[in-house]
Nanobody, 124 residues
């Protein structure tokens, strides 16, 4: 079974920085896209940043220039460096792995996997 384990997050002051990390474990042959989404109270889940196998990245307009996504392809990890944090960045951040090539019950297939989420609070 493929799992995503997140670390990082917590409380930061406006203008501060935090780093989130996510590690995938289990039987994994490859992962096409890894990234981060977030969900604030009362709002829909939104994409923050993703990075594909070919290195292409996509960022939400609201975080461009402030957040940077990194990926270690050998270790199946993804990190999100968040700088110049704003109160509106407060949310639960969820790690995502899409098109995970794996084996389930002896059969090869592709899964989408979510982490459990980590809370980021930006406040004075």
């Amino acid at each position: 079974q493929v799992q995503l384990v997140e670390s990082g997050g917590g409380l930061a002051q406006p203008g501060g920085s935090l780093r989130l990390s996510c590690a995938a474990s289990g039987t994994i042959f490859s992962i096409n896209v890894m990234g981060w989404y977030r969900q604030a109270p009362g709002k829909q889940r939104e994409l923050v940043a993703i990075i594909a196998t070919n290195g292409n990245t996509e960022y939400a307009d609201s975080v461009k220039g402030r957040f940077t996504i990194y990926r270690d392809y050998a270790k199946n990890t993804v990190s999100l460096q968040m700088n110049s944090l704003k109160p509106e960045d407060t949310a639960v951040y969820l790690c995502n792995a899409a098109e995970v090539s794996t084996v389930v019950d002896g059969v090869h297939g592709y899964l989408e996997v979510w982490g459990q989420g980590t809370l980021v609070t930006v406040s004075t």
